[in-house]
Nanobody
């Protein structure tokens, strides 16, 4: 069993930055760790993923060039650096995990087995 805990959300002004953390308990060797986000009334969308074995990454077009995913295997933690934030980035951000690699093309929710409870990011002036 893998348990995931997100942290780092908060209120930030447009153009600002935040760093989200996803701390895992249990082995996540050879796993894909992904970040998703969801706003009320909308589906949960996959925005970034990292493979813990080789660091392979995936980004949705909506965040490419602004967000950066990274990992610290020694701490069993994955980070998502959010830069150049926009009001439309406001959402609850979730991390999720499953054995295997990240796809180069998409990050659907059904490929994930374990989920955190989420952290709220609000981008507003």
């Amino acid at each position: 069993q893998v348990q995931l805990v997100e942290s780092g959300g908060g209120l930030v002004q447009p153009g600002g930055s935040l760093r989200l953390s996803c701390a895992a308990s249990g082995s996540t060797f050879d796993y894909r760790i992904g970040w998703f986000r969801q706003t009320p009334g909308n589906v949960r969308e996959g925005i970034s993923c990292i493979s813990t074995r080789d660091g392979r990454t995936y980004y949705d077009d909506s965040v490419k060039g602004r967000f950066t995913i990274s990992r610290d295997n020694a701490k069993n933690t994955v980070y998502l650096q959010l830069n150049s934030l926009k009001p439309e980035d406001t959402a609850v951000y979730y991390c999720a995990a499953a054995p295997g690699y990240c796809s180069d093309y998409e990050l659907p929710t059904y490929v994930m087995d374990y989920w955190g409870k989420g952290t709220l990011v609000t981008v507003s002036s």
